[in-house]
């Protein structure tokens, strides 16, 4: 017997998270920079679909 487990207060705290869309973040190429306090990030989505954020 498989028993599926759900979590709703999970589901709802992450519905509740501001959602970017990378596409727009990078304008829609493959690179942005992130700044965070007076740190530089570059955000690069990789030929297989996946995010890299490096410092």
């Known amino acids: 017997m498989n028993?599926?487990?759900?979590?709703p207060h999970?589901?709802?705290a992450v519905?509740?998270?501001p959602l970017h869309?990378?596409?727009e973040?990078?304008?829609?190429g493959i690179q942005a920079q992130i700044r965070?306090?007076?740190q530089i990030y570059t955000l690069?989505?990789?030929k297989?679909?996946?995010?890299?954020?490096?410092?």
């Open 3 to 7: 028993m599926i487990v759900t979590q």
């Open 10 to 12: 999970l589901a709802h």
């Open 15 to 17: 519905s509740s998270l």
């Open 21 to 23: 869309d990378a596409t």
């Open 25 to 28: 973040l990078t304008g829609g």
């Open 36 to 38: 965070l306090n007076d």
């Open 44 to 46: 690069r989505i990789t």
């Open 48 to 55: 297989a679909g996946k995010l890299i954020l490096t410092k």
